[in-house]
T-cell receptor, first 114, second 112 residues
């Protein structure tokens, strides 16, 4: 298996623009997680899905952030409009069963908003 | 979910020495996981220890769990420069919330 796939790996955009980050989880995994990592705040859980259904989105910072999982093999995290403080590395992770099994992380998307 | 607190925040050792990192948590757990993150990369799962286990080994890694003290330790023996990374613990609660919450981690530097 190729592991968790994220795209793009790097994104540079101007403030106010819409940004869409993509994730393909490991086949067969039924849980998917979006994290954000910054030097100031560390690694934060934004949202997680179980069987394509959002279970907990309490970590989503504000309404500018939205996430979807239209099917078991694809998820998006959208920021609209983007702001400089959204600059961070965004990780996607998947798990077979997060209650017992480990999470597998993607390589991350480094987002820079100027 | 609950967050693990890693200690120390930073650790610098010579190659060949052992490195010990500690993790404390607050409420009862189902299991506790350790992850490593190399600079600029995603987290990589290292080892999972269940609440009914006291010690677990994987290669040069040794993890202990003391549920009475709500603490865990990760020992890396015979460290190598390639072990330089940040290490995070993630306690998985026994309750309904099962997602991982990470602390600030321990930054380990192994000097050649």
């Amino acid at each position: 298996d190729a592991g968790v796939i994220q795209s793009p790996r790097h994104e540079v955009t101007e403030m106010g623009q819409e940004v869409t980050l993509r994730c393909k989880p490991i086949s067969g995994h039924n849980s998917l997680f979006w994290y954000r990592q910054t030097m100031m705040r560390g690694l934060e859980l934004l949202i997680y899905f179980n069987n394509n259904v959002p279970i907990d989105d309490s970590g989503m910072p504000e309404d500018r952030f939205s996430a979807k999982m239209p099917n078991a093999s694809f998820s998006t995290l959208k920021i609209q409009p983007s702001e400089p403080r959204d600059s961070a590395v965004y990780f996607c992770a998947s798990s077979l069963d997060p209650r017992r099994d480990e999470q597998y992380f993607g390589p991350g998307t480094r987002l820079t908003v100027t | 979910s609950q967050q693990g607190e890693e200690d120390p925040q930073a650790l610098s050792i010579q190659e060949g020495e052992n490195a010990t990192m500690n993790c404390s948590y607050k409420t009862s757990i189902n299991n506790l996981q350790w992850y490593r993150q190399n600079s600029g990369r995603g987290l990589v799962h290292l080892i999972l220890i269940r609440s009914n286990e006291r010690e677990k080994h994987s290669g040069r890694l040794r993890v202990t769990l003391d549920t009475s003290k709500k603490s865990s330790s990760l020992l890396i023996t015979a460290s190598r420069a390639a072990d330089t990374a940040s290490y995070f613990c993630a306690p998985i609660s026994s309750g309904s919330a099962r997602q991982l919450t990470f602390g600030s981690g321990t930054q380990l530097t192994v000097l050649p």
